[in-house]
């Protein structure tokens, strides 16, 4: 959900010093020594985070790494977009990097699928680093059975914002239920203020990471455990029926992807609104590309943030448990890689470089590492420090309040997914790719289908797909 804001394909390659960006840890890397025979070595190392801006801070981190342990790094941005057809080019080629980072879970499951990562290198990673000092949902979406797929290193919580100055105007409550957010947006719904607006464009992921949570927090899963594709159950239909209603009569017209939906919640013409961290600082004032305008920012342009609660729990009728919704990016050491100076990499950069590497976007990498056993919190506490945004750069913890990022931090570290626990994670990133849920939300919200409608279409296209796959 908006993990990247742009997309410039860039290469960077460095091993010379550079003046670091942002923070580093003060713990060394654990258990991790070069060996004399990396000294001199150089390593390739992929980036989804492919921004100017964020290889430029990498690169402070990575060349405090040359220094310290003598092994060179060249750096090479990669749009996340490009990434499949580029690692299927350099895996036919012999030039695989060793080394892939910010990597989103379709892409880990992608490159292990084609056995093209280093499952040895990332459980001894691990190990070293300690597994009890990092989120245990990462690990487990970064884990197929017991082996460890990648190493986790950061991720995004999404929530359901809302304007607490407005809830208490009305004297609503925060929404923790599927009743709770139908009855608030029927309240607050108006000529001039949408009670919600949401992703229903049917070419946009954004639309199904929407979805996704929202099923999730009614038990309507993707697949079952026999990896059976259940969208057309009574659970899926029902978060199909909840959806559709809030979309069609509570919401704006026309198809909404993340920048109308984002638009019109921060320009004050939405109630509510699902959307992930990223944007947190843009609702601050801090991007000059990408301002509030609502009437109170004008005098005051932190108003929409100042204004914003975080709702990143919810349940719908046919759950007896709650869902959170978020998604995490991971440390890939690839087949081919040079294993040990690439493992001693990846170590530096989960320990001493870690809030260095946070620090390219800290308000969508929150730490699935939260610190060290001597001391478990270092990174938490260290990201919480670290500024964010483009034109203002600004600490989230001067802006949001220590609760509001704790829950948000909580909801990282307890996330749940579809199809990635059932064994379905290409299926995931395919159906990423063909759309096939946000077509049947944006049929449905158009009145062109029923709910069981848009859940039988796309159960049938979500079949085919994965029927391709085999």
């Excluded at 001894?124 to 797929?149: H, W």
């Excluded at 038990?219 to 899926?236: E, M």
Aim: hydrophobic residues 40%; contains cysteine; proline residues 4%.
């Amino acid at each position: 959900m908006e993990r990247k804001y742009k997309m410039v394909a860039v290469v960077v390659a460095f091993g010379l010093a550079a003046g670091l960006a942002g923070c580093s840890a003060t713990a060394s890397t654990p258990k991790a020594s070069t060996a004399a025979s990396d000294k001199g070595k150089t390593i390739t190392v992929w980036s989804l985070n492919e921004q100017p801006n964020r290889l430029a801070i990498a690169q402070a981190a990575a060349a405090k790494f040359t220094a310290k342990t003598g092994i060179k790094v060249k750096l090479v941005g990669v749009n996340e977009d490009q990434f499949p057809q580029l690692l299927t080019t350099a895996a036919a080629a012999g030039t695989l990097p060793d080394v892939v980072g910010a990597l989103p879970l379709a892409d880990v499951r992608t490159m292990s699928a084609n056995q093209l990562d280093n499952t040895k290198a990332e459980a001894q990673i691990i190990s070293d680093l300690g597994a009890k000092t990092f989120s245990a949902s990462a690990l487990t979406y970064t884990r197929s059975g017991s082996t460890q797929l990648s190493v986790p290193s950061d991720g995004y919580p999404i929530s359901l914002m809302y304007r607490k100055d407005l809830f208490a105007k009305a004297g609503l409550s925060a929404p923790k239920t599927y009743a709770d957010v139908l009855a608030d947006a029927k309240k607050l719904n108006s000529s001039t203020m949408a009670g919600f607006v949401g992703g229903d464009s049917a070419s946009t992921d954004f639309t199904e990471s929407t979805f996704e949570w929202l099923a999730l927090a009614n038990g309507c899963q993707l697949v079952n455990s026999k990896g059976t594709v259940t969208l057309d159950s009574k659970s899926c239909q029902d978060a199909f029926s909840f959806y559709g209603n809030l979309i069609k009569n509570y919401s704006i017209p026309g198809a909404n992807d993340s920048t109308a939906s984002k638009t019109a919640y921060m320009g004050g013409k939405a109630a509510m609104t699902i959307w992930s961290s990223f944007l947190l600082p843009q609702m601050a004032g801090l991007d000059n590309a990408i301002m509030p305008t609502c009437a109170q920012c004008a005098t005051d342009p932190g108003f929409i943030a100042k204004n914003t609660g975080f709702v990143t729990s919810l349940r719908g009728p046919d759950s007896s448990t709650s869902a959170q919704a978020g998604d995490v990016t991971s440390w890939v050491v690839s087949s081919t890689a040079q294993a040990s100076a690439a493992k001693t990499f990846v170590e530096y950069m989960m320990s001493t470089g870690y809030l260095t590497w946070l620090s390219q976007a800290p308000e969508g990498m929150f730490p699935t590492r939260n610190g060290t056993a001597a001391d478990p919190t270092l990174y938490s506490s260290g990201w919480k420090k670290l500024p964010s945004g483009t034109d203002r750069p600004t600490a989230l913890g001067s802006l949001y309040s220590s609760a509001d990022l704790l829950n948000l931090q909580n909801s990282v570290n307890s996330f749940s997914r579809w199809g990635f626990s059932q064994g379905q994670g290409s299926l995931v990133g395919s159906i990423l790719t063909s759309l096939p849920i946000p077509q049947a939300i944006a049929s449905l919200k158009n009145g062109n289908i029923s709910a069981k409608g848009a859940a039988s279409q796309a159960q049938a296209a979500v079949v085919a797909v994965q029927n391709s796959l085999k």
